[in-house]
């Protein structure tokens, strides 16, 4: 069983114990919940929540985001075009998910994003 090690609310250690064992100074500790691991912080409900991101990184997921949006964007590009025989609710659904692709960047939080999905 994994058991998480939590220091002045901040997860250091993640450890495999032997459950038949258990050491004394293991045995308060909270056991591990998929996902959560080291640098994770304790929540006032008793749960985790991952690490709040520094500016660096922040700004590096922002900077992959606008990359993903664009290629996606040049993806449909084709959608738009006069030429292109698509019906007018046909181009209207793929100027809707063109636009939410354009406003993504208007999330408040690079790492939780719900991308829209391409019309069929």
Not at 60 to 87: F, H
Request: charged share 25%; with cysteine.
């Amino acid at each position: 069983m994994k058991k998480l090690q939590v220091v002045d609310g901040v997860v250091v250690n993640v450890v495999e114990i032997d459950m038949a064992a258990v050491p004394d100074w293991a045995a308060a500790w909270p056991d591990h919940v998929a996902g959560v691991d080291i640098g994770w912080v304790e929540d006032e409900g008793g749960g985790f929540v991952p690490p709040p991101l520094s500016e660096a990184d922040e700004s590096q997921l922002w900077a992959d985001v606008r990359q993903k949006r664009n290629a996606l964007l040049a993806a449909c590009d084709w959608t738009q075009l006069s030429d292109v025989s698509v019906t007018e609710a046909e181009r209207s659904a793929w100027q809707v998910y063109r636009q939410a692709l354009r406003d993504i960047t208007e999330s408040e939080d690079p790492s939780a994003l719900t991308w829209p999905v391409a019309p069929l």
